[in-house]
């Protein structure tokens, strides 16, 4: 039952954004403002080439971030190729699989042991929430939408009774499992490189922010950094409800919704949606390619990695 209440959640809330994108795709959708888009993006190759290289600095913190919380004895290759073979597996599959990749590649470096690389994993995406969460917070206020103090206060206390109730519903054997988990992640929270690992997942979040930036501001000169982050922030943590593979139409309705409540027209905002989206679908692909080149796996261990998701030893 713990785990239900969770997918419950994550479904429903799914669920009503796939509609919205189905419904903004029925009466929004417009090719040759798409095209158009498109186009305009291509004939601005500095703009677009910033956005690869922004894009790329985000993931290279990443794996930094991950090298000094863990073993900076491994060679970062083994880190980027980690976060590089997750961003291609979420993109490929309809669940993140990709995140069970990214463990089994510092699992196998670490002789087959699981508990850091899951723990260490999880404690960088509660980190990358954190930071999410706070820039829709900031930014929401900054931009001039109303974000009210109990609103607040309710979704910290939901987010800890889901926590919880989580626990309560364990069997004590799986209780111990996670109680071994959480002093796993506490080791990790007080190494001494944690607060710089902070910092430069903020860093990371603000460099990805080039991506939506790039598309949008060619369409509106208005357009500032500040919406760009924002809206980032939104839409990549949507991916909590991911129900296609890399968040298909759960992006594209949070962002197109994110970017008509700065200034932009529906048609306008879907297609950015669609642009900005498609932009990460081929960087997933090319970042694949380029996992599988500095750190090659035979497709028995991928298959073993992704039936392996989630455990710990």
């Known amino acids: 039952m713990g785990k ?88 490929l599959l309809p669940f993140k699989g990709g995140e069970a990749v990214r463990m089994g590649v510092l699992a196998q470096e670490q002789q087959g042991k699981w508990g850091t690389a899951v723990q260490s994993v999880v404690l960088l995406r509660i980190v990358d929430l954190f930071w999410l969460g706070l820039f829709a917070i900031v930014g929401a206020a900054l931009i001039g939408i109303s974000v009210h103090l109990h609103f607040l206060i309710g979704s910290v206390f939901v987010l800890v009774a889901s926590g919880l109730l989580v626990i309560l519903f364990l069997k004590k054997s799986k209780f111990r499992s996670a109680l071994k988990q959480l002093l796993t992640l506490r080791d990790l929270m007080i190494s001494p490189n944690f607060p710089f690992v902070l910092v430069l997942s903020c860093i990371s979040w603000i460099a990805e922010g080039v991506v939506v930036f790039g598309v949008a501001s060619l369409s509106e000169s208005t357009f500032t950094y ?62 694949g390619v380029v996992a599988f080149y500095l750190y090659p796996l035979q497709f028995r261990k991928l298959k073993t990695f992704l039936t392996k998701k989630g455990e710990t030893s």
Request: neutral net charge.
């Open 4 to 91: 239900k209440i969770p997918q419950l959640v994550k479904w429903t809330v799914g669920l009503l954004l796939v509609i919205l994108f189905i419904f903004l795709l029925l009466n929004e959708f417009n090719l040759s403002m798409v095209t158009s888009f498109s186009l305009n993006l291509l004939d601005h190759p500095v703009w677009f080439l910033t956005m690869i290289s922004g894009y790329t600095a985000s993931f290279l913190l990443r794996g930094w971030c991950w090298q000094l919380l863990v073993d900076q004895k491994i060679k970062f290759r083994v880190y980027i190729s980690g976060i590089f073979y997750s961003l291609f597996f979420n993109h």
């Open 226 to 287: 500040l919406n760009a982050m924002w809206i980032t922030a939104l839409s990549v943590g949507a991916g909590v409800f991911q129900l296609a593979p890399g968040g298909f139409a759960t992006y594209e309705s949070v962002m197109s919704f994110s970017l008509n409540q700065v200034g932009f027209g529906w048609e306008e905002a879907l297609s950015i949606a669609l642009i900005t989206h498609a932009f990460k679908y081929l960087y997933s692909f090319a970042a």
